[in-house]
T-cell receptor, first 110, second 118 residues
Framework: GENVEQHPSTLSVQEGDSAVIKCTYS??????FPWYKQELGKGPQLIID?????GEKKDQRIAVTLNKTAKHFSLHITETQPEDSAVYFC?????????FGQGTRLTINP | EAGVAQSPRYKIIEKRQSVAFWCNPI?????LYWYQQILGQGPKLLIQ????????DSQLPKDRFSAERLKGVDSTLKIQPAKLEDSAVYLC????????????????FGAGSRLTVL
């Protein structure tokens, strides 16, 4: 079955620095990989996604890279700001449903 | 457009009691999902509806959990009797179309219902 491993579980960076979160998946048939941001007391919100026919996708300060051979994908946040503090989840699409990683709590220190 | 509405936001019950959660998806969304999010973990799919039919309930503990989506709009998730390990946030999500949750068919989540079982 599908399984997504996400690391690290917690990440603390200085404001302005970059943050990287990595995920590894097991289902070689998966070809859609979204990232969700969850703020305290709210539901997860999609921030960026990537399909398997693309190696990298950028949207302003966030980017996602995908290595299908190694079955891992990463979220990159540059020039971090206090409002980036949240829990981030990667996910893979398997059998028409999303399977989520365990989450990374990102803290931006002023 | 209005988001996914859920109620109640918080519920505290004792074990072996029952509880029900309600979800109103975004208007016109065909697919509705219930996820369970235990503290410190990612959301886990419990059940997926397309209109008022069940697509996937393979991870729903059917001896105690039930869900319905009457008329293909609102949905309720019930737990009876509750166990301590049911303490979690129950997230409802919806997407516009049937099929793969990707591209324009992204999931929109509600704020969730936090359940504490004592």
């Amino acid at each position: 079955g599908e399984n997504v491993e996400q690391h690290p579980s917690t990440l603390s960076v200085q404001e302005g620095d970059s943050a990287v979160i990595k995920c590894t998946y097991s289902d070689s048939a998966s070809n859609y990989f979204p990232w969700y941001k969850q703020e305290l007391g709210k539901g997860p919100q999609l921030i960026i996604d990537i399909r398997s026919n693309v190696g990298e996708k950028k949207d302003q300060r966030i980017a996602v890279t995908l290595n299908k051979t190694a079955k891992h994908f990463s979220l990159h946040i540059t020039e971090t700001q206090p409002e980036d503090s949240a829990v981030y989840f990667c996910a893979e699409e398997g059998a028409q449903k999303l399977v989520f990683g365990q989450g990374t709590r990102l803290t931006i220190n002023p | 457009e209005a988001g996914v509405a859920q109620s109640p936001r918080y519920k505290i019950i004792e074990k072996r009691q029952s509880v029900a959660f309600w979800c109103n998806p975004i208007s016109g969304h065909a697919t509705l999902y219930w996820y369970q999010q235990i503290l410190g973990q990612g959301p886990k799919l419990l059940i997926q509806f397309q209109n008022n039919g069940v697509v996937d309930d393979s991870q729903l503990p059917k001896d105690r959990f039930s869900a319905e989506r009457l008329k293909g709009v609102d949905s309720t998730l019930k737990i009876q009797p509750a166990k301590l390990e049911d303490s979690a946030v129950y997230l409802c999500a919806s997407s516009p179309e049937m099929g793969r949750p990707r591209g324009a068919n992204v999931l929109t989540f509600g704020a969730g219902s936090r359940l504490t079982v004592l």
